[in-house]
């Protein structure tokens, strides 16, 4: 069973449904902890109050950078995570923990990159800024982390067109959706150890 840490700041309905799936089996996962950029962020108030292992982790309230990296380093090692999976974190996940978890850092980004992604693209600004430039298709993408927002490699890219008379919200709504009910089908990938295999052998 694959030990995942799944990070956020906001709302939490990807973590939802990722739990979700754990208990209905269709996900052979565990959440071993929550890490939020947010101490107020709901995904991160829901998952204590479910009892999942959740931190709030703020780089100001560390007195150095070093300290913030080594406590998230060593949380994740104290908690024997495997598998981290960004959802809905807005924060740069700091180098040191990209070397660390090469590979098995994940994000989910909800439009087609690269597109509409980088600093600043998140949230309802991302489809605010797609349907603005009158683009005809949207989406998501799934991809690896690296050191930039919303650059590493991708996995996998679903288009939807946009509707005449689309808002923001509603393609916000529509996305959401399909990210629930993808994610998870993504991160199964990585579950059987197959592919988190494959990518260790050939970075030898
Ligand atoms: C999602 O749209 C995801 O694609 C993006 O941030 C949003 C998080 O939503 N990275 P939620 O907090 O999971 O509801």
Redesign the pocket.
């Given at each position: 069973m694959l030990n995942i840490a799944v990070f956020?700041s906001?709302?939490?309905?990807?973590?939802k449904a990722l739990e979700r799936a754990i208990e209905t089996k269709e996900l052979d996962a565990v959440i071993g902890l929550v890490v939020s950029s947010d101490e107020n962020a709901p995904?991160y108030l829901w998952a204590k109050e479910k009892g999942i292992p959740a931190v709030a982790l703020k780089s100001t309230d560390f007195q150095s950078r070093d300290e913030f990296v080594n406590k998230m380093l060593s949380i994740l090692t104290e908690n024997k995570i495997e598998f981290i999976v960004?959802?809905?974190y807005i924060k740069k996940i700091p180098k040191e923990i990209i070397e660390k978890y090469r590979h098995k850092i994940i994000?989910?980004?909800?439009a087609l990159l690269p597109y509409f992604g980088g600093k600043g693209f998140?949230?309802i600004n991302v489809h605010r800024a797609v349907v603005e430039s009158k683009a005809k298709y949207s989406g998501?993408s799934i991809h690896f982390v690296d050191e930039n927002y919303d650059t590493g490699p991708i996995i996998i890219q679903v288009p939807i067109p946009i509707e005449p008379g689309e808002t923001p919200e509603s393609l916000?709504k529509r996305?959401?959706s399909l990210?629930h009910k993808l994610y998870y089908k993504i991160l199964r990938l990585f579950t059987n150890g197959n592919i988190l295999n494959c990518l260790t052998k050939n970075d030898k």
């Open positions: 956020i906001g709302r939490g309905s990807n973590l995904g960004l959802a809905g994000n989910i980004h909800p998140y949230g998501i916000e996305i959401s990210e």
